[in-house]
C-alpha cells in the first residue's frame, strides 16, 4: 500500500472536520509548496544531484528550518536509492512519508496529547513573548477544555503588559470560567499561588496560567519564570504539568530563536504555533520539532474560537500534500 494511500487512512479514522480545517488553515503554504514541487517535477525528469539541490532551496523557503532539510534530503537520497527511483513524481510520495518520519522520530504519537492528570488540578504555565497571541490562545484553549467537560480556571500571572489582565478576563467572561487576578504590576508569583488555592478550594481540574513576555531583559525573565515555577512546584508536587510555549508562525526563524531562549528559561513541554494559516512558511512545525525536540500541540488556523486545532502530524502532512495525494489517486486509476 501506497504512503499516500496509509496516510488517507489515517485521516479518515479522525475527523473530517479537522483534515478540513488542517487543509485550509494550510493554504498559503499549501499553494507556495505544491507550486513549486510542481514545476520542479516538471523540470526535471529523472532524480538527480541538481534535483535534490532545488528541493533543499524549497524547503528551506517553506521553513523547515535548515538542519532539518539537510537531514530529510539525507534520508531522501538514501531512500530514493533504497527504493531505486528513478522517476521524480515518485519522490512526492517519499517526502511526504518522511516528514511524518521526521516529526515523530522514535516517540509515539501521544506526544501531541496534553498531559492531563486524572482527577486532580493539572496546571498549565503559557508562557511566550507579547504580540504572538499568548492570551488568546490561553482563551481558546479553556474554551476548548470547558467544552471536553472540564472545570477551568485562569490566572492572569501576565501583571506587566497593560491591558493583559482585562484581555484575560474578557477571555475568562466568553469561555465562561473564572480568573483569579490582582492589579498591573503585581508579583505574578502570588497572583499564580492565589490561583493554585482558588482552584484547589473550587475543584477545578485545570488552571491556565499566564505569564510576562518581555525579551527586552532576558535574565529578569528567567528569574521571573523560576520564581513562578517554584511557586507552582511547592504547591502542587509534579507541576507545572505541561509549560506551553507560543510562538507566532508569521515570524519564521525569530520564533525559533525565541524558542530557544525559552528553553533554556523553562522546561517547555510544548509549541502553541498561532497564525498558521497567515504564512506561507508553515514548515515551521517541523523545524521547531526536529531542532528543539519541542513537540507542536496546538496551531492557530483562524482566528474563531474553534480555530486553535490540536497538532497532528499526519493531519499536518495531509493538509501539506492534499493536492498532490488528489493528482497521485487519479493517476493511479
Request: aromatic share 6%; net charge negative; glycine share 8%.
Amino acid at each position: 500500500m501506497s504512503f499516500f494511500k496509509k496516510l488517507k487512512d489515517k485521516i479518515n479514522t479522525q475527523t473530517d472536520q479537522a483534515s478540513e480545517k488542517f487543509k485550509d488553515g494550510l493554504t498559503k503554504t499549501r499553494d507556495s509548496f505544491t507550486t513549486k514541487m510542481n514545476d520542479l517535477v516538471a523540470q526535471y525528469r529523472t532524480v538527480d544531484e541538481e534535483f535534490f539541490e532545488e528541493l533543499e532551496e524549497i524547503l528551506i523557503s517553506a521553513d523547515v528550518g535548515v538542519q532539518t532539510v539537510m537531514d530529510l534530503i539525507e534520508e531522501l537520497e538514501m531512500e530514493v536509492k533504497r527504493q531505486n527511483i528513478k522517476d521524480t513524481e515518485k519522490v512526492k510520495e517519499v517526502i511526504s512519508e518522511k516528514l511524518v518520519d521526521i516529526y515523530y522520530n522514535e516517540d509515539e504519537e501521544s506526544i501531541e496529547e496534553l498531559n492531563l492528570v486524572e482527577n486532580d488540578l493539572s496546571i498549565i504555565l503559557v508562557v511566550g513573548v507579547n504580540g504572538v497571541g499568548k492570551t488568546t490562545s490561553i482563551g481558546k484553549l479553556a474554551h476548548q477544555l470547558k467544552q471536553d467537560g472540564k472545570k477551568v480556571m485562569l490566572a492572569a500571572g501576565d501583571t506587566f503588559r497593560a491591558g493583559a489582565i482585562d484581555q484575560l478576563s474578557v477571555w475568562g467572561e466568553r469561555a465562561g470560567v473564572d480568573v483569579i487576578k490582582h492589579s498591573e504590576g503585581s508579583d505574578p508569583a502570588a497572583v499564580i499561588y492565589d490561583g493554585i488555592k482558588a482552584a484547589k478550594s473550587r475543584g477545578a481540574d485545570v488552571l491556565l496560567c499566564d505569564t510576562a513576555g518581555r525579551l527586552q531583559n532576558k535574565v529578569n525573565l528567567m528569574k521571573e519564570l523560576s520564581k513562578v515555577k517554584k511557586v507552582i512546584e511547592r504547591e502542587v508536587p509534579d507541576a507545572p504539568h505541561e509549560t506551553l510555549l507560543v510562538l507566532d508562525a508569521t515570524t519564521g526563524q525569530n520564533a525559533m530563536s525565541q524558542a530557544k531562549i525559552f528553553k533554556e528559561a523553562t522546561d517547555v513541554s510544548g509549541i502553541v504555533l498561532t497564525k498558521l494559516d497567515g504564512t506561507a512558511r508553515g514548515g515551521i512545525v517541523l523545524a521547531i520539532r526536529n531542532e528543539l525536540g519541542i513537540p507542536v500541540k496546538y496551531v492557530g488556523l483562524g482566528e474563531q474560537v474553534n480555530d486553535l486545532q490540536q497538532f497532528n502530524a499526519h493531519q499536518f502532512v495531509y493538509g501539506l500534500f492534499g493536492d498532490l495525494m488528489v493528482e497521485h489517486n487519479e493517476d493511479d486509476s
